[in-house]
């Protein structure tokens, strides 16, 4: 078994700020609400209101029963902040993809 925390994937997070290529990896990040596929990816058809859209820069996951979206957003008083939701015992896919994106938005949202 491989079990990793929503703690551990932020303190990764955080932790690779300070790299030199900490911002090759950032701009490789889906883009909330960015219709681009190339930019938005998974994201994409996601968050596509102000203020989440193009403030959350994320990667998703998914595996039986597991839900994840772990990244960045960034608020209009130029914070960012670092976050990992993990969501296990997934019934309704389309339902844990909801509660991740409300849960981003109010990190946007100061």
Do not use: H
């Amino acid at each position: 078994m491989n079990l990793v925390t929503a703690n551990t994937l932020s303190q990764f997070l955080v932790s690779i700020q300070n790299e030199s290529w900490f911002p090759s990896f950032e701009n490789s990040l889906p883009v909330s609400g960015n219709p681009e596929r190339m930019i938005g990816g998974t994201l994409r058809k996601r968050m596509k209101a102000e203020p989440a859209k193009g403030n959350v820069k994320a990667k998703t996951g998914t595996i039986t029963s597991v839900s994840a979206l772990s990244g960045y957003a960034d608020n209009s008083n130029g914070e960012k902040y670092v976050f990992s939701i993990l969501i296990n015992n997934v019934k309704d896919e389309e339902k844990v993809t909801i509660i991740q994106d409300e849960i981003a938005t109010l990190l946007v949202n100061p």
